[in-house]
């Protein structure tokens, strides 16, 4: 046990004397998720940019349009419109990820009581959100058939989540955290200090000593998890700033995202 | 304690082409300071690594304090100190640091102060071992084999690298372990090193050992002649030099002889003619007496460093 002991300190002492290792074991992972936290975490959602083209001068088209504006899914639009060439050219472009087409003779085929042909174009290059968009888009024109056919809601879904204890906030953290401890701890805090160890010959002379390789092995371990549960403090503090910082309106937008975004 | 301290059989060992040892036999008696003398690549680390446990042998038998290694690997390392060729240490661990860290591997351990005492490095006790300077790490390398109170200690090159100042260092600490009489088994390619600290030399080359004695015998045996080294200016006379009175012996290393004569004030007679007569001018002369380095010459045709 001793040994164990005295290796466990020989590693920590190696670690916290070595500023290099210290910023990439701890630091650096903060600055990473902060770093992508920034680049990938602006929004929760996915906000679908669907191109509507209105060929119909009528009344139902109109109305489809204004439906669509103030529909519950809106928020998670991004509404274009335009003449047909021009929404297919930002359908090619990526600008827009699904493009509506309401045909000419819409409000006079609803009038005669005769079902109309909405074209929906997609880029299958784009399989994520061309499904997506799709799905939205069968999901609003059915609910545009039951509106125009003034047809009752029959089947009414409520959603209810099952949740078998409180969701505590450490429970939010910790997968995400540990994540990333593993990885770091796999790359920087476990493999290169042995590497290094190996390289330098200093495993070399520690095996002309009585210590046994699981004593070793041991102490590394023992010491790699203490690295981790440092890295989870680091990271659950700077958690703690970032929320408390948002919470008591200090700081701008920018600081709410970090909370948001890089915590999860 | 066992008859001998090491006992090393037949022992063979082989990395590709090359025959790294190639039948190596020998002893070590206890309380005996044994070298294994020889230039790079004679053998001496991969026999010293063989004994150590660090390598297996592709042949031969091995005891180490009556034990061989396998399963009694670990009683073996408890009861020996060694230094390797290449000491690696945690770089941000202070000397005293890495003094204890060793001590707690052992199951009896001398007190850290009194190791670092012994080794010279009370002043560099909390000094990190990446600041040490080439001598004081070897000087700590050897402190760490000291560390155990070991039966047999092993030191592979320890002055190797090293600047004269500090050898010196690493010699004292040497002599203070023959003083205390401990048994020492170490390799060097230093002829000075082995000649003064030494009970006994085993010169090694291409991995086996050529001669086996004490360094007084050895010289004894291989030559009753006094060597003359010069520097010749000019185009030396080989033959005449060869031909001088009572010189059994000439080596020519980069245009410079040096003439073995079993009667020197015959050789310089004839020496002296040849320079009144005009054959030979020379500047730089020394008369001295054979060492280790003329007898591996003699054994192997090359000198060690070369």
């Known amino acids: ?264 | 304690m066992n008859q001998t301290a090491v006992e090393v059989c037949d022992l063979h060992k082989r990395y590709g082409d090359t025959m790294a040892a190639d039948g190596v036999t020998f002893a070590v008696a206890p309380g005996e300071i044994l070298s294994l003398l020889g230039p790079n690549g004679a053998g001496k680390t991969t026999t010293v690594e063989c004994i150590l446990g660090l390598r297996q042998p592709d042949a031969g038998r091995i005891t180490v304090l009556g034990m061989e290694h396998g399963a009694r690997s670990r009683e073996i390392k408890a009861r020996i100190g060694a230094q390797l060729q290449t000491t690696g240490l945690y770089p941000r661990l202070t000397v005293r640091e890495l003094v204890d860290l060793f001590a707690c591997f052992f199951p009896r351990a001398r007190p850290a102060d009194e190791v670092i005492e012994q080794v010279g490095l009370q002043e560099k006790a909390k000094t990190p071992s990446k600041d040490l300077s080439g001598g004081q790490r070897q000087r700590l390398a050897v402190a760490l084999a000291l560390v155990n109170y070991p039966d047999l200690i092993f030191l592979d090159e320890p002055t190797t690298g090293l600047d004269p100042q500090a050898r010196r260092g690493v010699w004292d600490v040497l002599r203070e372990l023959k003083r205390a009489g401990k048994t020492v088994l170490f390799t060097t390619h230093y002829m000075e090193e082995a000649e003064q600290l030494c009970d006994r030399v085993a010169v090694m080359d291409y991995g086996q050992i050529i001669a086996l004695d004490t360094p007084e015998a050895l010289i004894n045996q291989h030559f009753q002649e006094t060597a003359i080294e010069f520097v010749v200016l000019g185009e030396p006379p080989r033959e005449r030099l060869a031909a001088l009175p009572s010189v059994t012996q000439m080596l020519f290393e980069d245009g410079h002889p040096t003439l073995y004569s079993t009667d020197v004030p015959r050789t310089m007679a004839g020496l002296f003619e040849l320079v009144t007569a005009g054959a030979l001018a020379f500047k730089d002369m020394t008369v001295r007496q054979a060492t280790l380095e003329d007898v591996f010459l003699k054994l192997t045709g090359r000198r060690i460093r070369a």
């Open chain 1, 1 to 264: 046990m001793k040994e164990i002991k005295a290796l466990y300190l020989t590693n920590a002492r190696e670690f916290l004397r070595d500023r290099m290792t210290v910023f990439l074991v701890l630091l650096l992972p903060v600055a990473f998720a902060v770093f992508f936290g920034l680049i990938f975490g602006s929004g929760s959602g996915f906000t679908l940019q669907l191109g509507i083209v209105n060929e119909d001068g009528g009344l139902a088209g109109a109305r489809f349009l204004v439906s669509l504006e103030t529909s519950e899914t809106e928020k998670m639009l991004g509404l274009h419109t335009g003449a047909r060439t021009e929404m297919l050219e930002a359908l090619n472009k990526g600008e827009v990820s699904v493009v509506i087409v309401l045909p000419q003779d819409l409000t006079a085929s609803l009038a005669a009581g005769e079902p109309a042909t909405i074209e929906v174009f997609y880029d299958p290059a784009r399989p994520t959100s061309a499904g997506v968009g799709l799905g939205l888009v069968r999901n609003l024109l059915s609910e545009a058939n039951l509106a125009l056919s003034d047809s009752p809601r029959l089947l009414v879904v409520e959603e209810k989540s099952v949740q078998t204890h409180p969701l505590r906030a450490i429970d939010f953290h910790v997968p995400g955290l540990l994540g990333i401890a593993l990885l770091w701890l796999g790359l920087f805090g476990t493999a290169m200090p042995l590497v290094q160890q190996r390289e330098g010959q200093v495993l070399r002379r520690l095996s002309v000593t009585p210590l046994t390789p699981t004593t070793l092995l041991a102490a590394q371990v023992a010491w790699r998890v203490t690295v981790g549960l440092l890295q989870e403090v680091v990271q659950l503090w700077k958690s703690t700033i970032s929320c408390t910082l948002q919470s008591r309106g200090l700081t701008d937008a920018r600081c709410g995202l970090l909370c948001y975004t890089v915590d999860r």
